[in-house]
């Protein structure tokens, strides 16, 4: 009886004790680099060219990012490096060297074919509320210019990337705001579920349209929400001529794009954003957008 006690008094025990919370060192990156962050996304985006090879994830490569990519924005990072390490992506707490901002970044951790799928960068010291998209990097001149300096210049932000020039691989399979067979695609999705609001960056030749600086649609949607409607308000004090795409006819409104028909179905704010050359490079045109396109991003950081 006394030794049937001693069991009893120890199972009690045993079961009174609780798990140990996770630490914050326990769901970090284990990975962490100081770095100058425009070069390191700049240096990666530099490579890409239309005659360049690519090949995009399969369906369960698919499944597999896009709950690494949910565990990461969930505040795991150590369970997402365990989901993505298999596709040759790795999580890296990131450090930069002029701001003293930090980033977690998914990128490739070698060559491969996962090394063309893009990037995803979420800023680690504030709560995510906004995400800056670029579909078409390089092809889209400076388009990649504008996703840093946005990500760079307001709290609370996340930057998709895509991997490859649109003219990559074969049959348009890198033109990833039309494919839903992407890495960018499975980013995107997974931060629409938790209705986290988007703005995608495009930019459009000279000889496309010479009436506008800017067209601004909300893709397959067909009405647009005060603080988009606020955006364009501020680019034309801004002396930019502006299309919107929710009460007018204009070119390249974004009504095919993937991404914005997936932010209808998953009622998550879309913003298609084209842009001419004058508009994303130097100057002050460039500056104008880049600063109205900012106001709407702050505008979403307050929410």
Same mark, same amino acid.
């Given at each position: 009886?006394?030794?049937?006690?001693?069991?009893?008094?120890?199972?009690?025990?045993?079961?009174?004790?609780?798990?140990?919370?996770?630490?914050?060192?326990?769901?970090?990156?284990?990975?962490?680099?100081?770095?100058?962050?425009?070069?390191?996304?700049?240096?990666?985006?530099?490579?890409?060219?239309?005659?360049?090879?690519?090949?995009?994830?399969?369906?369960?490569?698919?499944?597999?990012?896009?709950?690494?990519?949910?565990?990461?924005?969930?505040?795991?990072?150590?369970?997402?490096?365990?989901?993505?390490?298999?596709?040759?992506?790795?999580?890296?707490?990131?450090?930069?060297?002029?701001?003293?901002?930090?980033?977690?970044?998914?990128?490739?951790?070698?060559?491969?074919?996962?090394?063309?799928?893009?990037?995803?960068?979420?800023?680690?010291?504030?709560?995510?509320?906004?995400?800056?998209?670029?579909?078409?990097?390089?092809?889209?001149?400076?388009?990649?210019?504008?996703?840093?300096?946005?990500?760079?210049?307001?709290?609370?932000?996340? @930057?998709? +990337? *895509?991997?490859?020039? %649109?003219?990559? /691989? =074969? $049959?348009?399979?890198?033109?990833?705001?039309?494919?839903?067979?992407?890495?960018?695609?499975?980013?995107?999705?997974?931060?629409?579920?938790?209705?986290?609001?988007?703005?995608?960056?495009?930019?459009?030749?000279?000889?496309?349209?010479?009436?506008?600086?800017?067209?601004?649609?909300?893709?397959?949607?067909?009405?647009?929400?005060?603080?988009?409607?606020?955006?364009?308000?501020?680019?034309?004090?801004?002396?930019?001529?502006?299309?919107?795409?929710?009460?007018?006819?204009?070119?390249?409104?974004?009504?095919?794009?993937?991404?914005?028909?997936?932010?209808?179905?998953?009622?998550?704010?879309?913003?298609? @954003?084209? +842009? *001419?050359?004058?508009? %994303?490079?130097? /100057? =002050? $045109?460039?500056?104008?957008?880049?600063?109205?396109?900012?106001?709407?991003?702050?505008?979403?950081?307050?929410?």
């Amino acid at each position: 009886m006394y030794v049937l006690g001693l069991i009893g008094l120890l199972m009690t025990l045993i079961g009174c004790q609780k798990t140990p919370e996770p630490t914050a060192q326990d769901t970090e990156p284990s990975a962490r680099e100081l770095v100058d962050l425009r070069s390191r996304v700049l240096s990666y985006t530099e490579e890409f060219s239309p005659d360049g090879p690519y090949a995009p994830p399969d369906e369960e490569q698919r499944a597999r990012l896009a709950r690494g990519v949910g565990l990461l924005l969930e505040g795991d990072a150590r369970q997402a490096e365990r989901q993505l390490g298999p596709l040759g992506l790795g999580v890296t707490r990131l450090t930069d060297t002029e701001s003293g901002r930090r980033y977690d970044e998914i990128a490739a951790t070698g060559p491969g074919e996962s090394a063309r799928w893009g990037r995803l960068y979420v800023n680690a010291d504030s709560r995510l509320r906004w995400n800056a998209q670029v579909p078409h990097p390089v092809s889209d001149q400076n388009t990649e210019r504008l996703g840093v300096r946005l990500l760079e210049g307001t709290p609370g932000g996340a @930057l998709v +990337l *895509a991997g490859a020039h %649109r003219r990559a /691989g =074969r $049959d348009d399979s890198a033109d990833v705001a039309h494919r839903e067979d992407s890495a960018f695609h499975s980013i995107v999705v997974e931060l629409q579920k938790r209705g986290v609001p988007g703005v995608q960056l495009h930019g459009f030749a000279e000889s496309t349209t010479d009436d506008y600086d800017a067209v601004l649609s909300t893709g397959a949607a067909q009405s647009a929400p005060g603080e988009v409607s606020a955006l364009a308000d501020r680019m034309e004090s801004d002396g930019l001529r502006v299309c919107r795409g929710w009460s007018a006819r204009c070119p390249l409104e974004g009504t095919t794009n993937v991404q914005g028909r997936a932010a209808k179905r998953q009622h998550a704010t879309f913003v298609h @954003l084209e +842009l *001419a050359p004058d508009a %994303r490079g130097d /100057g =002050r $045109d460039a500056d104008e957008a880049a600063g109205a396109v900012a106001g709407l991003l702050a505008d979403w950081a307050q929410e």
